[in-house]
């Protein structure tokens, strides 16, 4: 779960990356407002409605972030105080996406925790409440360089506070089969935890959730990633042609589907061959939740990739709609997080399906630019460790 949740806090690393050259710092911070915005909201409500912890209070908020691919554990370090039902504060005691622009300058650092986070953090938790508001005790550019926390906030609802309106493209958003995608319930009788009710606790221990629990959570996960890439493609198309918007979809997939694939590999501690290529495959976000990608693998002779035309994900015009006879780069990036000397090529194209098959060259590709971008981040070899114990946060009691 939390590589999972990392492996989609990084996709934006991979996209804005393509967007500084194509639309400039203040083109790259309008798109992540509005992608963040439409998404957040959708995904926030899902996972509440799986883990069954729908609420209007703050520290429904905050379970909210704990399962939210723009927190994942550790790299995103949350802490959270719960005052009362209307009042609460959370802090980042290390911030990896900080981390990541900081080096960049205070332009970027004020782009991101200043621009992009005041109305998406609100978009959020108004998800949960419309009535919420987060607001800022401190934030970056830090003062001192080394401040920590990296940053505060506070979480505030009130009836008077007026809601932000929708951004661009959220209705349509909220209408794609990603946003609905029926997924299999949690099974109450399963052994482990089948949901979130009971206090929130100071940090997430997947470990104590049941299988059909974790099964369903890895789905929502890789629902919130096809939402926020669509969310993505939506703000893109709106500043720019078509053909540019494809381009630079085609190699935001690529960066992340290379990254997350050579992450998942090493997570699971698989090897390098075909067969741990079929293991990856089978838990990518880019073809799963099963049933929503239309992906059908077939491992008992060449090792080949069935990608349906006519799928959920087709439809919403995501990741896997991106792929074609001419445009296999995202792919081949995906397969080369396992080994590099992977490549694709096509065996059959028509109305059904694109019919891909994997194949082993003599000597190593070089790593896509798509690739390489997306690992200028601290997430790419960022590790996590067991972790701490799972802690009730009794309202008012946990203080900095």
């Known amino acids: 779960m939390p590589e999972l949740l990392l492996c989609g806090?990084?996709?934006?690393?991979?996209g804005m990356a393509q967007l500084i050259g194509a639309l400039g710092r203040e083109g790259m911070t309008a798109v992540a407002i509005e992608e963040w915005a439409a998404a957040s909201p959708i995904y926030t409500r899902r996972m509440q409605d799986a883990l069954n912890f729908r609420g209007d209070s703050v520290e429904t908020i905050f379970k909210g972030l704990q399962f939210d691919i723009g927190a994942p554990p550790q790299f995103?370090?949350?802490r959270f105080r719960v005052d009362d039902h209307d009042h609460g504060e959370f802090w980042l005691d290390h911030c990896g996406a900080l981390m990541d622009v900081e080096v960049l300058g205070d332009e970027y650092v004020t782009a991101m925790c200043h621009d992009i986070e005041d109305p998406t953090f609100d978009a959020t938790a108004a998800a949960t409440n419309p009535h919420a508001q987060v607001r800022p005790i401190h934030r970056p550019p830090r003062r001192p360089p080394d401040r920590v926390p990296n940053c505060a906030w506070r979480v505030t609802i009130d009836p008077l506070y007026e809601p932000q309106s929708d951004p661009p493209h959220a209705e349509a958003l909220a209408e794609s089969h990603a946003a609905r995608f029926d997924l299999v319930p949690i099974d109450p009788a399963d052994s482990g935890r089948s949901d979130y009710t009971g206090p929130l606790l100071s940090d997430v221990r997947f470990a104590d959730f049941s299988a059909s629990a974790l099964v369903r959570i890895a789905d929502e996960i890789c629902l919130q990633q096809h939402l926020l890439t669509l969310g993505f493609t939506q703000a893109v198309r709106a500043r720019t042609t078509e053909a540019d918007a494809l381009a630079i979809g085609r190699r935001q997939f690529g960066g992340i589907a290379g990254l997350t694939a050579e992450r998942i590999r090493r997570a699971l501690?698989?090897?390098?061959?075909?067969?741990?290529?079929?293991?990856?495959?089978?838990?990518?976000?880019?073809?799963?939740?099963a049933g929503y990608g239309g992906v059908s693998i077939a491992a008992d002779g060449p090792l080949r990739l069935r990608i349906a035309q006519h799928s959920p994900a087709q439809?919403?015009?995501?990741?896997?709609?991106?792929?074609?006879?001419?445009?296999?780069?995202?792919?081949?990036?995906?397969?080369r997080g396992v080994d590099a000397r992977f490549y694709t090529s096509v065996v059959a194209a028509d109305e059904d399906a694109l019919t891909i098959q994997i194949d082993t060259a003599a000597?190593?590709?070089p790593e896509a630019t798509e690739v390489a971008l997306t690992r200028f981040s601290s997430g790419a070899?960022?590790?996590f460790n067991d972790g701490r114990i799972p802690l009730p946060l009794t309202v008012g009691v946990m203080r900095r």
């Open 9 to 14: 806090h990084l996709i934006d690393r991979s």
């Open 76 to 78: 995103m370090d949350f």
């Open 269 to 289: 501690g698989l090897g390098r061959d075909l067969e741990a290529l079929v293991h990856v495959l089978r838990v990518h976000p880019a073809v799963n939740p």
């Open 315 to 335: 439809a919403d015009g995501g990741w896997l709609s991106l792929l074609g006879p001419d445009h296999l780069d995202p792919l081949d990036a995906l397969v």
């Open 363 to 365: 000597t190593p590709f």
């Open 381 to 383: 070899n960022f590790q």
